[in-house]
């Protein structure tokens, strides 16, 4: 008489279709705890504009620390490079739409420098503290270089930035560096 086949028996039988089973499991186990990715995607070259784009927290994080001309020195640094990036993108891309965000992109980043390079001439030739201002699309940072702020250098410079910029006072943030 036959006996039926089980996979049981198989299994419990042959010490190594069993180790050969757990070391399968482990390796699935593991294959799944990392997500399922085991390389790094590769990119097809394509730069997309939007995620180019400075975050806030980035622009602020990358200028904490330091006196005003390091800050400068840094944000001026990570500036260029991204102007530089969307030249290429500019230059490059084969996309229209591609192009045009990349140069409003740019344009925005130069403005930007501008309008910040002259609000700090303007606050020092009316010979307040020495600033260092960061500009962003929601706010204006402004860290002044003393220990106590009275109210009427901060009503002064609050007034230079918003002529300078047209935005509200609510959207100005005035700070001292110490």
Do not use: W
Not at 65 to 74: P, Y
Not at 93 to 102: I, M
């Amino acid at each position: 008489m036959k006996k039926k086949f089980s996979y049981k028996d198989i299994v419990f039988k042959s010490k190594r279709l069993t180790i050969a089973a757990l070391v399968v499991m482990f390796g699935v186990g593991a294959f799944l705890a990392s997500g399922g990715q085991t390389d790094i995607p590769v990119h097809d070259g394509d730069v997309l504009v939007d995620s180019l784009a400075i975050s806030e927290e980035k622009e602020k994080d990358m200028v904490s620390e330091g006196s005003f001309e390091e800050r400068r020195s840094a944000l001026e640094l990570k500036r260029n490079k991204l102007i530089s990036t969307l030249d290429s993108t500019i230059n490059n891309s084969k996309s229209d739409e591609e192009k045009v965000n990349a140069g409003k992109e740019k344009e925005r980043i130069l403005s930007y420098m501008e309008t910040e390079l002259s609000i700090e001439s303007l606050i020092k030739s009316k010979n307040l503290p020495d600033c260092f201002v960061l500009m962003t699309e929601s706010s204006i940072n402004v860290t002044v270089d003393q220990q106590e702020l009275d109210t009427n250098t901060v009503a002064k410079i609050c007034d230079i930035v918003m002529r300078e910029t047209g935005k509200s006072a609510d959207k100005i943030i005035i700070q001292s560096m110490y």
